[in-house]
């Protein structure tokens, strides 16, 4: 099935409910892959609420094996997307770089982009040149406001794997383009979602008080853009991480 499909890995994230609804919403044809972890009880939600078109794949992404059993999961649902969205992430946490614990880098390094790279693999393997723009396929990776201008403290791991992204963001975007593949990212300011529950709260209190627009971004902001970078309008562009931010960088 590699119709007008799309697979969100991270689907049960605040995001990734936001942005189903909207995709939903803009198309009674289109089938949405929902993956998820441990937000089963989300994606029921979805598909109580939006219909036959949700199809729910559970996947632990944290292992090697367990992305190869999400993979072979859609292998045997001759699951194919034509477009990709990338959600997955931890909980945001501040920590000094001598005390960062490697464990759980290695987690996060293997969830955004071990995971991230062996699912890019499996959807863009054997694509060919498509000459019509409303016939490319997109892949829209969430990155983070830390790859623009000067990072912020205390979030070294975190800086580094959203980094690490955005290259191969790149590297896909000028590599795949003629094969009518566009690869683009989106990048955030602190969103207001679950993944803040480890940030101190003054932390997010002044991260609101410090954008231009007096507020942090919501998963609603997020997944407007996210659905423009999937849609025909964003056609033209490849290669791109476009700011959520408020104006808080550029």
């Known amino acids: 099935m590699s119709d007008d499909s799309i697979l969100i890995t991270g689907a049960s994230s605040d995001i990734g409910v936001a942005l189903v609804r909207r995709l939903a919403a803009g198309s009674t044809e289109r089938r949405l892959i929902c993956h998820y972890k441990t937000g089963r009880a989300r994606i029921e939600q979805l598909q109580q609420d939006l219909g036959a078109g949700i199809l729910?794949?559970?996947g632990d992404l944290s292992s090697p094996s367990g992305t190869e059993a999400f993979l072979q999961a859609l292998?045997?649902?001759n699951l194919v997307p034509r477009s990709f969205v990338h959600l997955p992430a931890g909980?945001?946490?501040y920590e000094r770089f001598g005390k960062a614990d490697l464990s759980q880098l290695a987690t996060e390094w293997?969830?955004?982009?071990?995971?991230?790279?062996?699912?890019?693999?499996?959807?863009l393997t054997g694509q060919k040149h498509?000459?019509?723009?409303r016939s490319r396929r997109r892949v829209v990776i969430a990155l983070s406001s830390v790859t623009m201008g000067v990072p912020p403290k205390y979030l070294s791991m975190y800086t580094m794997i959203k980094y690490a992204q955005l290259g191969l963001v790149r590297a896909l975007a000028a590599e795949y383009g003629e094969l009518g593949v566009s690869v683009n990212a989106v990048s955030p300011s602190m969103v207001e979602t679950k993944l803040l529950s480890d940030v101190p709260r003054q932390i997010v209190e002044i991260s609101q008080s410090q954008n231009p627009m007096g507020r942090n971004a919501t998963a609603a902001d997020v997944a407007g853009v996210i659905e423009f970078l999937l849609s025909q309008e964003a056609g033209f562009i490849n290669g791109a991480n476009v700011p959520v931010t408020g104006g808080s960088v550029f």
Not at 111 to 122: E, K, S, T, V, Y
């Open 130 to 133: 498509v000459a019509e723009e």
């Open 91 to 93: 909980k945001l946490r």
């Open 56 to 58: 729910a794949i559970h």
């Open 110 to 123: 293997q969830i955004q982009l071990g995971a991230l790279i062996a699912i890019l693999r499996f959807c």
């Open 75 to 77: 292998r045997s649902s």
